[in-house]
T-cell receptor, first 113, second 107 residues
Framework: NAGVMQNPRHLVRRRGQEARLRCSPM?????VYWYRQLPEEGLKFMVY????????ESGMPKERFSAEFPKEGPSILRIQQVVRGDSAAYFC???????????FGQGTRLTVV | AQRVTQPEKLLSVFKGAPVELKCNYS??????LFWYVQYSRQRLQLLLR??SRESIKGFTADLNKGETSFHLKKPFAQEEDSAMYYC?????????FGKGTTLSVSS
């Protein structure tokens, strides 16, 4: 079991481009969480998904950000028209259930230039 | 509002010295708290949770509801304890993290 896999590890985008961050949960896990860590800040919850469903998106910015976790394939965090303020580390975690331990990926570091 | 505060950004100690990483929380209700650790170039991983009352790698943490604290302690620090430590609080379906404390243990 390779654990939670995130790719790419590093992503550079110009302002206005789209960023797609991928997260493959641990085998057997159907719950995925996305967190964002801005420089000098703690991890901030963005969204919680189960297969094909968004359960809680209370931490997602209202515009430009979206997330999905399709029946097949990884979870995708999509940021449209990126701005410099989107530069951050984005972490994904997966668990086998709502109240079970969550395992984290190594993160994707997004830099907007 | 639910909040986790880790007042120290950096804590530097010598090997063998006691360590206390502070964590205070704000939560209306019965809190569920965790400590996560991130070693250099590794992913964030669960260290311990208050429910289990366990000791992991010599670390313990006691929930003090009166002081709304969940400080992480170890009586004798080791160099391999050097890492980033995050305190986290369960809120609904998510974890609320503190900003983290870097622990540096030197010989």
């Amino acid at each position: 079991n390779a654990g939670v896999m995130q790719n790419p590890r590093h992503l550079v985008r110009r302002r206005g481009q789209e960023a797609r961050l991928r997260c493959s949960p641990m085998k057997g896990h159907s719950h995925v969480y996305w967190y964002r860590q801005l420089p000098e800040e703690g991890l901030k919850f963005m969204v919680y998904l189960q297969k094909e469903n968004i359960i809680d998106e209370s931490g997602m910015p209202k515009e430009r950000f979206s997330a999905e976790f399709p029946k097949e394939g990884p979870s995708i965090l999509r940021i449209q028209q990126v701005v410099r303020g989107d530069s951050a580390a984005y972490f994904c975690a997966s668990s086998g259930g709502r109240n079970t331990e969550a395992f984290f990926g190594q993160g994707t570091r997004l830099t907007v230039v | 509002a639910q909040r986790v505060t880790q007042p120290e950004k950096l804590l530097s100690v010598f090997k063998g010295a006691p360590v206390e990483l502070k964590c205070n929380y704000s939560y209306s209700g019965s809190p569920e708290l965790f400590w996560y650790v991130q070693y250099s170039r590794q992913r964030l991983q669960l260290l311990l949770r208050h429910i289990s009352r366990e000791s992991i790698k010599g670390f313990t943490a006691d929930l003090n509801k009166g002081e709304t604290s969940f400080h992480l302690k170890k009586p004798f620090a080791q160099e391999e304890d050097s890492a980033m430590y995050y305190c986290a609080l369960v809120h609904g379906t998510a974890l609320i993290f503190g900003k983290g404390t870097t622990l540096s243990v030197s010989s």
